[in-house]
């Protein structure tokens, strides 16, 4: 069934998928949470000024705001370097739906909002790539299919944004091997950031080699995850005990 539009409180708006029985943001507003967690607090927007280039890796595409969000920044900064935007969505939206999607409001460049029908138009199954516009060096990379088919070749990322369903819906995204393939598409000094705080989640990132810490939640959430394969990302904030949730989520403790 084709995911319903809706608008959160802030103004944004977000989908629900029925077939997951979720929103794909938190309804007390889908771009103040996005912004939160993908580009303020592992400090995506603080490196822009020094970045000669840029790669981001997204795990959902969902609605395409984050790469809208992306492109406002950029925009906003005047920053024309390279930007590569990786992201991969197995149930894309028919032109239709995403007509009724409205991120003006927390855009300085509202006009981007117009490009999003285009972009679920003209997708075919498998690696999209699309150059959104004429101005700017930025390529979105879209690939229409699940996560277990994605196999792209020297994919480095510079952050990722980790942003399936939860991990009591969306299970598959959320394991050691899913971490592990995350990984060898990371770059070493790569931030992954994720709105999830699960033990569960955060067991199977060390597991596979990620160091973990725990930040503030957005939206009144107590906590979010930013995880990274080197520590010195990781410098101002609070770590979890990686060796300890590793033998847990190992062990079975969090099934
Ligand atoms: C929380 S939503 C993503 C929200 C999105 N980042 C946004 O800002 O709108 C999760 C997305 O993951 C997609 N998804 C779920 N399982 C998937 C899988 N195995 N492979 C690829 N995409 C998947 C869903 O269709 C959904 O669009």
């Known amino acids: 069934?084709?995911?319903?539009?809706?608008?959160?409180?802030?103004?944004?708006?977000?989908?629900?998928?029925?077939?997951?029985?979720?929103?794909?943001?938190?309804?007390?507003?889908?771009?103040?949470?996005?912004?939160?967690?993908?580009?303020?607090?592992p400090?995506?927007?603080?490196?822009?000024?020094?970045?000669?280039?840029?790669?981001?890796?997204?795990?959902?595409?969902?609605?395409?705001?984050?790469?809208l969000l992306l492109l406002d920044i950029l925009k906003q900064k005047k920053l024309n370097i390279p930007v590569e935007f990786w992201s991969i969505e197995a149930f894309p939206v028919d032109r239709a739906t995403a007509s009724g999607f409205d991120f003006k409001k927390h855009l300085n460049h509202p006009e981007l909002n117009d490009m999003l029908p285009g972009i679920f138009d003209g997708i075919q199954p498998g690696l999209n790539e699309i150059q959104p516009l004429k101005d700017m060096d930025v390529t979105l990379h879209l690939f229409y299919g699940r996560f277990g088919d994605f196999s792209p070749q020297n994919l480095q990322a510079d952050f990722i944004f980790h942003d399936p369903f939860s991990p009591e819906v969306n299970e598959e995204l959320w394991t050691a091997d899913t971490f592990t393939k995350l990984a060898s598409y990371s770059s070493n000094q790569a931030v992954?950031?994720?709105?999830?705080?699960?033990?569960?989640?955060?067991?199977?990132?060390?597991?596979?080699?990620?160091?973990?810490?725990?930040?503030?939640?957005?939206?009144?959430?107590?906590?979010?995850?930013?995880?990274?394969?080197?520590?010195?990302?990781?410098?101002?904030?609070?770590?979890?005990?990686?060796?300890?949730?590793?033998?847990?989520?190992?062990?079975?403790?969090?099934?």
């Open 192 to 255: 992954l950031a994720t709105y999830c705080a699960a033990s569960k989640a955060r067991g199977a990132m060390c597991a596979s080699g990620w160091k973990v810490a725990r930040s503030q939640g957005a939206l009144g959430k107590r906590e979010m995850t930013v995880a990274s394969l080197s520590p010195k990302m990781l410098k101002n904030f609070k770590r979890v005990n990686e060796e300890r949730l590793a033998g847990r989520y190992q062990s079975g403790d969090f099934d």
């Open 43 to 67: 400090g995506l927007i603080s490196t822009l000024d020094k970045a000669n280039s840029l790669t981001i890796l997204e795990i959902g595409f969902g609605t395409g705001l984050n790469f």
């Open 1 to 41: 069934m084709t995911p319903t539009v809706h608008q959160t409180k802030d103004g944004s708006s977000t989908l629900y998928s029925d077939t997951f029985e979720q929103f794909y943001h938190n309804p007390n507003g889908a771009a103040s949470e996005s912004l939160h967690v993908f580009f303020e607090t």
